[in-house]
């Protein structure tokens, strides 16, 4: 059973910076896409970044810049390090990773507030 763990997530202040992490466990052969996703309360959930097999990298426009993706593959972790946070940012962010053409596996999602 493959599970995606989130953490990192909690309260910071605005200008402030976070770092999540989503290890992944379980069997699972031969991740080649891991993106980041967010869902602010009653919106829809949106893309924010993603990290390919060959590490290239890509970023939605509203939080490129500010925001890196990475991963560590001898610990099955990705990576999203935030920086320069706003209250725009505040959400709940969920990791994604695809195995094969388009089998999807989801995290628990981590809560992320931004706020003075």
């Known amino acids: 059973q493959v599970q995606l763990v989130e953490s990192g997530g909690g309260l910071v202040q605005p200008g402030g910076s976070l770092r999540l992490s989503c290890a992944v466990s379980?069997?699972?052969?031969?991740?080649?896409?891991r993106r980041w996703y967010r869902q602010a309360p009653g919106k829809e959930r949106e893309w924010v970044a993603r990290?390919?097999?060959?590490?290239?990298?890509f970023y939605a426009d509203s939080v490129r810049g500010r925001f890196t993706i990475s991963r560590d593959n001898a610990k099955n972790t990705v990576y999203l390090q935030m920086n320069s946070l706003k209250p725009e940012d505040t959400a709940v962010y969920y990791c994604?990773?695809?195995?094969?053409?388009?089998?999807?596996?989801w995290g628990q999602g981590t809560q992320v507030t931004v706020s003075s």
């Open positions: 994604k990773v695809r195995s094969g053409l388009s089998n999807d596996y």
């Open positions: 379980g069997s699972i052969f031969s991740i080649n896409d």
């Open positions: 990290i390919t097999s060959d590490g290239s990298t």
